[in-house]
């Protein structure tokens, strides 16, 4: 559990983490959409300086956005290498069967490992310096304009806020399940695939039980402190759109402009 | 079976920005045989010291023994088993860890974990069943239909049943009333004088008082005292330092004592207590 570095949030008080959650959310999607207009070394090299640029400003240190591809590496590695030697085009150096290695695909390769580097680092970035309850809010709000087609956007967003604040809860009652059944001869981890399966049960069915009673719980402390429905609540934490927040937007039109020029 | 601590830290996530010291250089003895309290406020690390005593959590550094077993930080997961079987643990709410289908197959899940079968497993978690005050009855209902503090004797029972030397409890009577709290605690007294090592976590100055021989203070991820339970209470001073408070008959003890009353050294239990005031008032027992 300890290894995620993804999802986890580290309290700081640079500019990045006082942006506007909202604006946060919006541009790391829109970082995203554009990422895939990069298409050669120029335009990469623009998103690789706006992403560390990033990084800087809310005072993180590098080395633990690095920790967070590490869980993904294998997966990005595998991904690059299947590109590599399935693209064809370009004159190929190196052919085997089916594989074929060229400078056509050595470059396509190393634009999609810079993709997933880049992807990686940003939502790291969000989620690294935004509260799981600023990310709720902050998904309650974009999701808004759904209301129009009735879509249940407060109820999801309580759904969502409750999960999020529960999800360090259920880590912890898992750890300590676990050493539980493992103070009981429990080996996890250990022996054959089916031996392993069989050892989930004994913190499976606990798990459930307990959420279960959690849910229970938490239902009724709602009700009994007046909780009704989603109707007519007002918040408690507003969401405010500084003056930074507009120019953070800004900063991706021209990020946004200067990759379609950029790209060839 | 000893434990001995020698010089164990423990750091969680160590090299990480959210690194932090679960222990400081702790270093103590329990002897075979005896009733060890750990005291301390909630985030001390009473917690993690006990985690170390069957090997869930590894020392950082230093040294623990463990009846003839050596824990160091290189030693490997594997081959942990009879550790695990010698030194029982009653984590914090232990009702949380039931699962099986009945209740007998709970409680002689860890024994059969630790290599018994079925057969004999059954007969001991019907035993076990008696042990902590339920009806043999109840075996074939489900963990699930039982009430908390049910629930919490059954999981109890389900450490139990693998025989283990040490016995370690994390807070067991935690949320329990007084009458099925005095029932485990007198378990646990019963047992130890059979022969099992207890080490208690207590937030409950008067048990400590009344069973324990040792007392280890933590605080701060350190280990702050390790006296007898008599010399620990009559430190108000020390205790008010480290934000812990004395039992009931010593508070009480101290308020006679403003008034005129004499104690050679102050009561921690209530038997005491009534043992130094009957002179005094006169009295005699009977």
């Known amino acids: 559990m300890g290894k995620m570095i993804i999802g986890r949030y580290l309290p700081g008080k640079s500019l990045i983490h006082q942006l506007d959650p909202r604006c946060k959310f919006i541009a790391t999607f829109i970082f995203v959409a554009i990422v895939f207009l990069a298409n050669n070394w120029q335009t990469y090299l623009a998103l690789t300086i706006f992403v560390l640029s990033a990084v800087l400003l809310s005072q993180v240190s590098l080395s633990f956005f690095i920790k967070g591809v590490r869980p993904m590496i294998f997966l990005i590695i595998f991904t690059v290498a299947l590109q590599m030697l399935f693209t064809p085009g370009g004159h190929p150096f190196w052919q085997w069967g089916i594989f074929s290695l060229s400078a056509l695909s050595i470059r396509n390769g190393l634009f999609i490992f810079m993709r997933f580097l880049l992807i990686i680092f940003i939502s790291t970035l969000l989620t690294i310096t935004t509260t799981p309850l600023q990310m709720a809010d902050a998904v309650g709000a974009i999701l808004k304009p759904l209301k129009i087609v009735h879509f249940p956007v407060e109820e999801v967003a309580l759904m969502l806020s409750i999960a999020l604040q529960f999800i360090p809860l259920l880590s912890d009652e898992t750890t300590k399940i676990m050493n539980a059944q493992r103070a009981r001869g429990v080996d996890f981890g250990d022996g054959s695939i089916l031996r392993q399966i069989k050892a989930i049960i004994p913190i499976l069915i606990p798990l459930f039980v307990s959420s279960f009673n959690i849910a229970y719980d938490l239902s009724i402390a709602m009700e009994s402190r007046g909780y009704q429905g989603s109707e007519n609540r007002s918040k408690y934490r507003q969401l405010k759109w500084h003056f930074q927040d507009s120019l953070v937007m800004l900063l991706f039109i021209v990020l946004t402009i200067i990759l379609i020029i950029l790209r060839s | ?286």
Not at chain 2, 66 to 90: A, C, Y
Not at chain 2, 139 to 154: H, I, N, T, W, Y
Not at chain 2, 166 to 195: C, S, W, Y
Not at chain 2, 202 to 226: K, T
């Open chain 2, 1 to 286: 079976m000893a434990i001995t601590f020698e010089h164990v830290t423990h750091i969680y996530q160590p090299d990480g920005p959210l690194a932090y010291q679960g222990l400081t250089d702790v270093n103590f003895t329990i002897d075979e045989g005896s009733f060890t309290a750990i005291i301390g406020q909630t985030g001390s690390g009473k917690s993690t010291l006990v985690q170390h005593m069957n090997a869930l959590l590894k020392p950082t550094k230093g040294i623990i023994k463990i009846g003839n077993r050596t824990i160091t930080p290189e030693t490997k997961n594997k081959h942990l088993k009879p550790l695990r079987q010698k030194v029982g643990m009653v984590f914090q709410f232990p009702e949380q860890q039931l699962f099986a289908e009945t209740i007998l197959d709970d409680i002689s899940f860890g024994p059969q974990n630790f290599g018994m079968d079925e057969t004999t497993a059954h007969k001991i978690a019907l035993q076990m069943l008696e042990l902590v005050h339920l009806p043999t009855s109840i075996a074939e209902k489900s963990p699930f239909d039982l009430s908390g503090g049910q629930m919490r004797r059954v999981a109890i029972a389900g450490v139990l049943a693998s025989q283990p030397e040490v016995l370690i409890l994390d807070e067991p009577t935690a949320g329990l009333d007084p009458r099925g709290h005095k029932e485990l605690m007198d378990l646990f007294a019963q047992l130890n004088q059979e022969g099992t090592t207890i080490i208690l976590i207590s937030h409950q100055m008067e048990d400590v008082a009344q069973y324990a021989q040792q007392v280890l203070v933590m605080d701060q991820a350190r280990l702050v005292r390790d006296d007898t339970p008599q010399v620990i209470f009559n430190d108000a001073e020390f205790l008010n330092k480290h934000n812990l408070l004395q039992p009931e008959s010593t508070q009480f003890a101290r308020e006679l004592e403003r008034k005129g009353f004499k104690f050679s050294s102050l009561p921690i239990t209530e038997e005491q207590l009534v043992k130094q005031l009957l002179p005094q008032l006169g009295g005699s027992h009977g």
